[in-house]
């Protein structure tokens, strides 16, 4: 599976907005980028998916890079429930559908 | 909403003893995915299920076995315990088409296995 490479550790402020970067470079022309969140003792969590587009939901926005090898979950207004470990994960498009977690990025929020 | 139901959420195991955990998926979801998260670990994919059948194999012991029944619950039947089971196991399902890379994954809260 192609690699994922995200920053340990992010802090941001309530309610301003954060962007958790990921690098991809390996990515394959299939490979659809997932991002999941796993908040302090609990099970991970659906945020978003691409595969080239940029996408929008609920929840939170994925810029991707027009090479795709990289791309960024945006959470607009960030609260205290956001604090939580952020994993980005590449699926192949054709593949069982099991996510591969890496190192994540532990978002912390101050208010 | 329905959520993904697991039990037992705690569970404490001599070494060398068995233990069987229950997933229950989201109502009409048909595939079900077995992670396990050691302490300090990110979570690792062991085994999935679609429709019965396994569908995929990750770094699951030989000691663990797991099977989907005809209600599409899942059991993780663990043998001849270590310290190092010791973990989180969390169960997700996802409406699949035998786990089609797209489809979102619902996890479960997870049972807290502890082997002493």
């Not at chain 1, 994922?4 to 990515?27: A, D, F, G, K, W």
């Not at chain 1, 991707?64 to 590449?90: G, M, W």
């Amino acid at each position: 599976d192609a690699k994922t490479t995200q920053p340990n550790s992010m802090e941001s402020n309530e309610e301003e907005p954060v962007h958790l970067p990921c690098n991809h470079s390996t990515i394959s022309g299939t490979d659809y980028i997932h991002w999941y969140r796993q908040l302090p003792s609990q099970g991970p969590e659906y945020v978003i998916h691409g595969l080239t587009s940029n996408v929008n939901n609920r929840m939170a926005s994925l810029a991707i890079a027009e090479d795709r090898k990289s791309s960024t979950l945006i959470l607009h207004r960030a609260t205290l429930r956001d604090a939580a470990v952020y994993y980005c994960i590449l699926n192949y498009g054709g593949s069982q559908g099991n996510l591969i977690f890496g190192k994540g990025t532990k978002l912390s929020v101050k208010p | 909403a329905a959520g993904v139901i697991q039990s037992p959420r705690h569970l404490i195991k001599e070494k060398r003893e068995t233990a069987t955990l229950k997933c229950y998926p989201i109502p009409r979801h048909d595939t079900v995915y077995w992670y396990q998260q050691g302490p300090g670990q990110d979570p690792q994919f062991l085994i999935s299920f679609y429709e019965k059948m396994q569908s995929d194999k990750g770094s699951i012991p030989d000691r663990f076995s797991a099977q989907q029944f005809s209600d599409y619950h899942s059991e993780l039947n663990m043998s001849s315990l270590e310290l190092g089971d010791s973990a989180l196991y969390f169960c997700a399902s996802s409406l699949g088409r035998q786990g089609v890379s797209t489809d979102t994954q619902y996890f479960g809260p997870g049972t807290r296995l502890t082997v002493l």
